[in-house]
């Protein structure tokens, strides 16, 4: 008989990799600490509790990263997916669902599956030794024991308890007849170039209109249980500004060291920089811009800023308190602790977003999981699917990995910045969000997506050589 698996945590991911690895065969026991032990967030004892929005966002596969994430975990017969679409509510192009009868349906189809065992209780340290494979699911609310011992595990720096997000950038929408490539003092540094870095420059009028744009933007409140979340290190920019009108100027903001090669002899009152994010290099994050305005200010505000007028955000800023793992340093690419390969991590911990791309982390953990215990090799899915962009993402093509300076690791959703670019024809001028260059790379990157994954779903997993 095939020993068991055990994976703590019976939200949106631990259900999933639950799902996936019965559904192979393999035993598990899912530990849920819930009614035992609440979080501060979650209300009812129901696995796969939606804990605010009951939206799983755009189910548009074609011209949106989700949609493609929901069906491609459609076609990998991912259980969540199947409880939303049998649950779903009318909400125009998103899939909304009743979050009682979704997460009813998911907790049904757990207890009644033969190989699942449902254990109510938290998992207050490192898991027994006797556990010899481990899916840690626990979320952004981890409970705190485990979470300190995780941390202990790999190390203090290597696990965070608040995200601090700066937007991110689609590359080609960068007006980089405005801006310009360099490091500051034009340093070479590990891995770098000396143009390293895209720059904003800003005159003192459009500084001032800036400043004043960012004061009186409107801010997101904090929940109760996110208390003091400021560090030093990481102030929201709008706390900055308040601080003085020149305070982003010697900070985040500072000019020196930057040269503007169309106007070499205007000096610049301020500069934006951005740094790449992603070994693709189609994202660009905005240094040290984290920062708690409302989203749709942020896109208001942030397209004042010289080159970036008609920017489109990966995503936008934010500061929450979160649980997370800075895994490009910390994982293999099957999601297991590169120093203590038993456990394996899964769901909002690995750095991932939202819930349906906790929920598709938490799908590929449960397949690796089952394929590592039948004896079985599997591969990652191909990096041009959304489930492989996402896996790259968190294991790799965050750029930092290779500098080894993954620190900068933030959460991320899935987004088609995060694909290898594609080159698609040029297009007639159309009219309508279906028509045109970006709505047709999108769809080229989504049908080469369910190509590949297709072909990644029925390769058969192969002996594994040992
Ligand atoms: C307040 C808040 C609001 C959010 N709103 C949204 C939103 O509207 N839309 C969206 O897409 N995403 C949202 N998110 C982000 C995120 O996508 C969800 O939190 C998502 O549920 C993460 O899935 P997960 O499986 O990783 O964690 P969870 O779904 O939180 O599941 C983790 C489970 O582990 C259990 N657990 C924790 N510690 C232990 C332990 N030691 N032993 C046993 N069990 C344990 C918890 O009880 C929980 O059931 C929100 C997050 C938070 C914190």
Redesign the pocket.
Known sequence: MTDKVHV???????SEAAWQLAQKGVPVVL????PV?P????KTDA???????N???SDDWETNAVGLLHEEMRRAGSLIMTAADRNKLPAGGALAVDRDAFAGGVTAALAAHASIEIER????GLPPTDWDSVIV???????P??ARAVQSHTGEAELAFFDAIAPIVHFETIDMDICWRQSRYDKVGPGGSGADYINCPLDKDQYDAFIDALLAAEKTAF?DFESTPYFEGCLPIEVMAERGRDTLRYGPMKPVGLTEPHRPDVKPYAVVQLRQDNALGTLWNMVGFQTKLRHGEQVRVFHMIPGLGHAEFARLGGL???TFLNSPKLLDESLRLKADPRLRF????TGV???????AI?LLAGRFAAAERLGLSASPPPPTTALGALLAHITGGHVSADEGTARSFQPMNVNFGLFPPISVPRQPRGKGPRSGKSFERKRAMANRALADLDRWLSTPTSVAAE
Not at 39 to 42: C, G, K, M, S, Y
């Open positions: 703590i945590g019976g939200g949106l991911a631990g530990h849920e600490m819930r032990r979080t501060e967030a979650h696995l796969a509790e939606l804990v605010c929005s939206s799983f966002r209780g938290e998992i207050a699911a626990t979320g952004p609310l981890t409970s024991a485990l929940k929450h308190r979160n899964a769901g909002q911990i977003e939202g819930y349906v791309e906790s929920a938490g």
